[in-house]
């Protein structure tokens, strides 16, 4: 439901789930990092990636008070398609 409503989420895909709804490539904005449960995560919470992935995760949750009462990116794509759709409109009828 978080991101539904535009809130920022951060998932950890295990190696060999369906990536399938909310878990495909691309759907939520952000990089799932795939992890084998058999080996030890701890070097990979030292790594580039994973500062680089929390850091963006950290500045997407900082902004949440700030963006508090506006709708989603979802629904601001919507309003562009609409815009869109009268400027096209606009230029048939004149």
């Known amino acids: 439901m978080a991101f539904q ?18 878990l495909e490539k691309g759907v939520v904005g952000t990089y799932m990092p795939e992890f084998h449960l058999d080996r030890l995560i701890d070097n990979y919470f030292k790594s580039d990636e994973w500062k680089k992935l929390i850091g963006k995760w950290e500045g997407l949750v900082r902004r949440v008070p700030y963006n508090k009462g506006l709708p989603p990116e979802l ?20």
């Open 75 to 94: 629904y601001q794509y919507e309003l562009l398609i609409k815009a869109l759709l009268k400027l096209i409109q606009y230029k048939a009828i004149a």
């Open 5 to 22: 409503i535009g809130l920022p989420i951060l998932i950890f895909l295990e190696k060999g789930v369906i990536a399938d709804g909310i």
